[in-house]
């Protein structure tokens, strides 16, 4: 219901209502980050949750096909895990600026700006630490080493099939 909203919205240009808590530069990031985030979920969902009707694929399973296509390079360059950086970045900013304008828009916040200002920090360090945790995952599962920290495969220790 959100996507088909939000491609309403971008296809006739227009806004969801008329007291927008955002400047023109926030709007016109969280369109471009929908339609990106729309395109990144019509490339992920059929390759990993739809790529085998009728078979409920293990955590084990989906990590194993999620490896495969994020490590897969062409010309030298791992397109695909490049693509899920760039998605999740936009997945990430579009969520914060939803919650950030849900938040400004209450009574509470319109009472103080200095409420919003705190909140838009707030809710800008969770998004950014949602992204830099989300990856950390892309790359740890396009090259084996993680960006910081370190990643703990399955304890069993048994190879997916």
Known sequence: MH???????????RSFSSATPYPPGVRIGLRVTGV????????????LRFASPGTHL????????????????THGVPWRG????????CAM????????????VSERARASVQRRR???????????AMWLTLANVVV??????????EMVEDPSGTPCP
């Open 93 to 104: 900013f579009h969520l914060a600026a939803g919650l950030w304008g849900a938040f400004a």
């Open 58 to 73: 293990g955590p084990g399973e989906l990590a194993t096909r999620l490896e495969r296509d994020l490590s897969t390079v």
């Open 140 to 149: 740890f599962r396009a090259t084996g080493a993680p960006l910081f920290g």
């Open 3 to 13: 996507a088909a909203i939000g491609g309403w919205l971008v296809a006739t240009r």
């Open 118 to 128: 705190r909140a838009a920090w707030a809710i800008a360090a969770l998004g950014t």
């Open 82 to 89: 490049l693509a899920y950086l760039v998605g999740t970045a």
């Open 36 to 47: 990106v985030v729309a395109a990144f979920l019509v490339m992920h969902l059929p390759e």
